[in-house]
Structures are given as C-alpha cells and as structure tokens.
C-alpha cells in the first residue's frame, strides 16, 4: 500500500508539473504520450487503493487564470470528460441509448451569451470554476454570429478554433523561425485571451460550437440534434456529428479516423453524447466528470525503429534543439524519420541514445513524436561545440528544463537572426529581405555589419545572378533598401536587438532620454533604471551592449546610413500637451477605443507616458473595473494612485476632474 501511495505521489507531482508547463507557460517538458500513460497509471492506482491525494490531476479541472483580463465565475462548474481509447468501452457507456459522436477539437473552450438576439458575452472555461471575459475578442471570430433571430436568453459552449491553414500562413508571415507559434492551440489561446482585440481579429479565430447550455422557452423535443439543427438555423457552425447506436459506433470511429488526415481543424479525439438530453442529465456527475458524455482519444498507431542519431539545430537565441533521426516507418500513411525532442531534460527522461530501439508516434495524429526508448542505452554525445560556428556549447538549466546553447556571441546562426530582426517591420521595414535571404548574402560575404545592407549595390553582378532574383527583384530591394534610410529612433534601438528592449521600452528609453541618443548609449545603469518599466535587469543588458567597442562601432556605422526624424519633445505642460510629465498605466479591456494601443497612442500625442507596470512614479492606472483586485490595482491603492475608468480618463482629457 505505501508503495502504491510513494508512486501516486510522484506521479501526481509529475503530471500536475507537465500540465502547469504546457497549459500556462506554453512549454513541453514531456509528450502527450507519456502523459497519458502516467495519467492513466494514477487512475489505476487511485481506484485500486480508494485514495485520491490533493492536487491530483484526475480531480483538477485547471489551474488559476493568471491575465488581467476579468474574472466571472460559472454559474456551474465547466467539467472535464471522462475518455477511453477503446471503442468496445464506447459501446459499453452508450448501451441501448443513441448518441451523437463528434470531434473533440484542440481549441479553447469559451461560453457565449445572447440576450435579445445579441452577443453580449462571452467567458473562457478558465480553471472549471472562474474563466475570463473574452467579449470584444468573441466578436471578433469569423464564424459567430453578433445578431440572432431568436430573442430569448441564450447560452452556448463552443471551442475557439485556429484552422490548420491560417497558422501555416500566420506562421510563413514570421521570418524569424525562432519566434514562429508551436502549435494551433497555443496559438489559439494566446490570440483569444489577448487585451487588444484587433490582435484577435488579425488571428482568424473560428469558434465551433458543441453544446447549448440553455434557451430560454424553446421545445428541443429532448433531443440533442434538433438542438443542433436548431443552432444551424440561427446561424451558428455546429461541431461536425453523427448519430450512432452501439452497432454503428465503430464505422462512425473508423469515418472520423479516415477523415483527421485532411481535417482543417485541430482534433485530439472524439465525444459520444446521449442523444435523449432527459436520461443525460438525469446520470448527474462526478466530482470531476459530467455523466451524459465521454471522450474516446485515439489509439495512437506507434510503430518500432531505430535511433539513428541525433540532429543538433541552432537558433537565434543560442539555443541548440535536438532533433531524433531514426529509420523511416509508415505511421498515420505517411512516412517519418524525425520527431523534435525538445530539450535533454526529455532526452535523459527517455535515456535516448543513438542505436536504440525506440516506437514513435504521431500526436493527434499529425505530429511525430517518440513514444518510449525500448533499449535505453543513456544519453551521450551532447555536442560540446556549436555545429553552425564551432564555438563552445554549455548545457544550461531554466527552471526544470536542461537544454543546450551556443556560447559563442558572433555564432553565424545568431547573427542571422540579429540581422532579420534590425529589417523587420517593426525596426527598418525592409521588403524583400528574408531570413533566407540574408542568409544568403551573409554567406556569399556581402553583409559583415549593419551598414552593409546600405552597400548591397555593390554587389549587383552577383546578386542579379542568385536563385530566386533578377534584374526586377534587385531593383525593388534596392529602393526598399533606400526607403528604409528614412526613420525613426525608436525603429533604430528596437532594431539593434539589445535583450529586453522590445518596441514599448525603446519608446520608452527614447523619450525619457527626450530622443538624444547619445545622452541615451551613455547613460549608466542607474539612469537607465529611472525610466519607468526599465528596471534593473534590463538597465545593465544595456549598459552591457554598449560596453562592447565593436557594438559601438557597428551602430556608428549604422547611424551614418540612416537619416532619423527628429522628433517633437514635450516642452511642458499647455497646448496641446495636457499630459505632459504625467505616467499612465492601462490595463483590463477597453470600451471606447478600439484597442489600448489606440489609447496609448493618445496619451502620447497629448505628452504623456503609457507604461506596462504601477510604480510610485504612475500618475494614474486606467482600469474600467475599477473596483477589481487585480495586482496592478493592488499596487495601485498601496501607493495611493488613482485608479480611473474610461470615462474618468476622457473626463480628465477635456479639462475636468
């Protein structure tokens, strides 16, 4: 018995540790595989010994919601499923009852709901108990409809969707391979949770739905596909569904199986639901599960190979990723011979050694991934020099993860990344030079610097002659080139990828330093700390970049190429400068502009700061939930600053407290 309790321990610390890491930090510390493997040992071990510990992932419905977006809680808890992976146990659960299977989609669940035939909300499932309003993000989605015919209160639940083609797309439109989304799910759920909804908009969320929770006075003649047809009439897209008894379940398994290969949305699995609503809900629940549903996962189809090594793949970060090379198996009909393996932390949990006997799988179906290492032979052979620059490499260990860099500053993979970034969109904006191409240019020798990409007609006889240009290309990269001479300083400091200093702290460092880049390149670490969001951290990543003469002399030379809009610096307060020498902090959701970038934007046409975080120099936090207990209001009252709506805001903009 303590044996079975030491194990349950573990595995609970395990588990509890793997789903904090991938549904909150977005990260993966062990595949889907071996998850549900140890989830199911739990199961077994919990009914075999009749103990279930605290803060077991078989009773934790989520964890806390950790954004600053507002709280509401359920009127009833958002349950869990119960799953099988096994279609006779299908069978068995539906009995003699007709039931509706469809996909189980890899989303995020969200409630909406309409009031006279409107949306006038909508709340993530959050942690099962308290989700968060999502609204002007919900209206958004492509799929939803605003308006509805039916005037009565009406609540549904729906999966928040991106389609595999619009994140291949998202994703082509990023240069920078390291910054590219993982998956569709994370992608979702960090594009629906998002404070500005624009950025929602740009996302192409779609939301399915797959429940109807209530409708007020409307006869469903106790059948959960009239409800359906009932929703497809009013305008919404009802998760894809068929009616199966236990005789027809298994041709339904098989159809849904043979159709995820060209499935356009993101699918974990299925869900059988009682047709008859009635004998449903009359089953109740469990603590964790409702009782008129289950889930089935797929059995996934593992086939058996051979490690042949292992692929060492460097990034912009000096991050080394290593890459499983194994013998190529049919798995899902296709063939595959290379599944990411994440980190070493997951490669010494699997003991993944060249030459081992290892089974692989395909994640939902789609993604290969390494089920279990037969053999275990132990890792080896982590590369200590980097396989791009031949500098040295250090395994390193953020939190509970061990993985590999490059310690080599002037690495070639490094400095590819560092000169995407300085011609991105949000830095010089130069059309036509990829990361593929600059990795071409760098390579053939014609970019050492910065200020060579300005020279890069010195160069026009071999450049007119590569794959992919010609005269016309040439010609449209070199005016993108010139167009780019014109700019601005806080495109510039962005640009030069210093750690830390994104877009908002390099408007930040330009005008608390009122745009004079010298007084700004040397100003010590304490200066740079007074700014507000600077900090200490990122004061010294600073000073540290500006320390190196060959940073110096790269930026001089830079600067030289570049003609810089000399910017207006507030000369103090009247005018048109109200907010001159005040500091804003917005946070929550906005009403009355389409976005807090909008407001933000304001606030610094009218001589003010927006900054991120409440500190003694804040002189107001806009916040429209006023009375909310999030951490910023918090700080907010412990420093006595004022916290005001909206309408406080515009108030205060037209001359009146």
């Not at 909300?121 to 002007?136: H, S």
């Amino acid at each position: 018995m303590q044996d079975n309790i030491s194990r349950m321990r573990e595995l609970v610390a395990r588990l509890s540790q793997a789903a904090r890491a991938y549904y909150q930090e977005s990260r993966e510390i062990m595949s889907n595989f071996e998850y549900d493997r140890l989830y199911d040992e739990l199961t077994a071990l919990e009914s075999e010994t009749g103990v279930v510990l605290s803060g077991s992932p078989t009773q934790q419905v989520g964890y806390e919601v950790l954004s600053e977006l507002p709280k509401e809680p359920h009127p009833s808890p958002m349950l869990s499923l119960d799953k099988t992976k096994e279609v006779p146990a299908l069978q068995e659960w539906l009995g003699p009852q007709t039931g509706l299977l469809s996909w189980k989609l890899d989303g995020l669940t969200v409630v909406l709901t309409y009031e006279d035939g409107q949306l006038v909300k909508a709340v993530t499932r959050g942690n099962g108990e308290v989700g968060e309003v999502i609204t002007p993000n919900a209206r958004t989605f492509e799929n939803i409809p605003l308006k509805i015919g039916f005037k009565g209160n009406l609540v549904l639940r729906g999966e928040a969707v991106i389609r595999y083609s619009d994140f291949e797309k998202i994703n082509e439109e990023i240069e920078d391979v390291d910054a590219r989304y993982k998956n569709p799910r994370n992608l979702c759920s960090g594009s629906v949770r998002q404070l500005d909804s624009k950025v929602t908009a740009q996302r192409h969320v779609n939301c399915m739905i797959f429940a109807l929770v209530s409708a007020e006075n409307v006869d469903f003649h106790n059948s959960r596909s009239f409800q359906f047809s009932w929703l497809k009439e009013q305008g919404f897209e009802v998760v894809e569904h068929r009616q199966v008894t236990a005789a027809t379940l298994l041709e339904a398994v098989e159809y849904f199986a043979e159709a995820i290969s060209d499935y356009d949305i993101p699918s974990d699995g299925l869900v059988l639901t009682f047709e008859d609503i009635a004998y449903g809900e009359s089953l109740g629940r469990t603590a964790k599960f409702p009782r008129n549903s289950i889930a089935f996962k797929w059995k996934d189809e593992t086939a058996q190979t051979t490690l042949s090594y292992i692929e060492w793949s460097p990034s912009r970060t000096g991050l080394i990723n290593p890459v499983a090379v194994f013998e190529p198996v049919e798995l899902e009909g296709t063939t595959v011979s290379r599944a990411s393996v994440h980190n070493i932390s997951i490669m010494e949990g699997l003991e993944l050694g060249a030459g081992d006997t290892i089974t692989v799988y395909k994640a939902n179906m789609i993604i290969p991934q390494i089920a279990d290492n037969l053999t275990r032979s132990g890792v080896r052979d982590i590369p200590g020099i980097c396989p791009v620059c031949g500098g040295e490499t250090a395994i390193q260990q953020m939190n509970d993860v061990k993985s590999l860099y490059c310690m080599n500053p002037d690495c070639q993979a490094k400095k590819i990344k560092s000169f995407t970034l300085l011609v991105s969109r949000d830095a010089l904006n130069i059309d036509g030079l990829s990361e593929a191409t600059l990795e071409k240019f760098i390579g053939a020798g014609f970019i050492h610097e910065y200020a060579d990409i300005f020279h890069l007609d010195r160069h026009r006889d071999e450049i007119v002659k590569m794959e992919g240009f010609g005269q016309k290309s040439y010609d449209n990269l070199i005016q993108a080139v010139e167009n780019a001479r014109h700019t601005t300083l806080v495109r510039v400091i962005y640009g030069l990828g210093v750690a830390g200093i994104g877009l908002a702290n390099a408007k930040v460092l330009c005008r608390h330093f009122e745009y004079d880049f010298e007084k700004m390149r040397h100003a010590k670490a304490e200066e740079l700390a007074e700014a507000d969001g600077i900090g200490g951290v990122l004061a010294e990543a600073w000073c540290g970049y500006f320390a190196l003469e060959k940073n110096n002399r790269a930026v001089d030379h830079l600067l030289a190429e570049l003609d810089i809009e000399k910017a207006a610096v507030s000369d103090g307060e009247g005018g048109g400068q109200p907010f001159a020498g005040m500091t804003f902090v917005i946070t929550g959701s906005v009403n009355h502009f389409a976005n807090r970038k909008e407001l933000q934007e304001l606030i610094e046409s009218k001589g003010g700061r927006a900054t991120g975080s409440v500190t003694a120099k804040t002189t107001y936090l806009i916040n429209n939930d006023v009375n909310s207990t999030s951490s910023k209001n918090k700080k907010a009252r412990e420093l006595g600053i004022p916290i005001l709506s909206e309408e406080d805001f515009l108030k205060l903009l037209n001359g009146g407290e």
